[in-house]
């Protein structure tokens, strides 16, 4: 029963200046949204691939909702081309990017009892609050990652700084389940019913 994850979400950030106004940025670039009372930063977003973006007058930028680390190298260049079309200057030539964090989602496609998961998993590495949140939130040491998992046995995988961090960490919640008699490759049917 192999896992494989699927990358939701990749969040980068990096400078592309030294300094932005972003009164003009936002009165040239077409979709783009300031709203200084309300937030800091200018957001923009893009739709191939699709992303958005906070930028600061500081030069930095946040780039979110890009599917994969290509992607979000791909916006972040097409964004800094942008900026100098419409006449952005003293735009970095090879800024350097930053994977500040990856949501990633998996599915053990079996059903389980959360309150098993939790007794087995060790109380110190998870929290377990039903009345406030519908899954256990269990927190992965290495690599360092949380795994929130769901008593449908689907998984979502957060603080990863690469794609194989948050693979890892969903090995790490299989191979637990797996020790604890929660999960067999015989099927659902051999499962602890959920929670």
Partial sequence: MGSTINVENVVASTKLADEFDLYKIEAELEGAEYKKEKFPGLVYRVKAPKAAFLIFTSGKIVCTGAKNIEDIRRVIITL??????????????????????????????????????????????????????????????????????????????????????????????????????????????????GA
């Avoid at 939130?137 to 769901?150: A, D, T, W």
């Avoid at 960490?169 to 008699?181: A, F, W």
């Fill in 80 to 193: 800094a081309e942008t900026l100098k079309s419409i006449g952005i200057e003293n735009i970095y030539s090879e800024p350097e990017i930053i994977v500040q964090n990856i949501v990633a989602t998996a599915d053990f496609k079996v059903d389980l009892n959360l309150n098993a998961v939790v007794l087995g998993m060790g109380m110190e590495n998870v929290e377990y609050e039903p009345e406030q949140f519908p899954g256990v939130v269990c927190r992965v040491k290495k690599p360092k990652v949380v795994v929130l998992v769901f008593s449908s046995g689907k998984l979502v995988v957060t603080g990863g700084k690469t794609v194989n961090d948050c693979e890892e960490g969903v090995q790490v919640i299989r191979k637990g389940l797996e020790n604890m008699g929660l999960l067999s490759s015989s099927g659902s049917e051999q499962q602890i019913a």
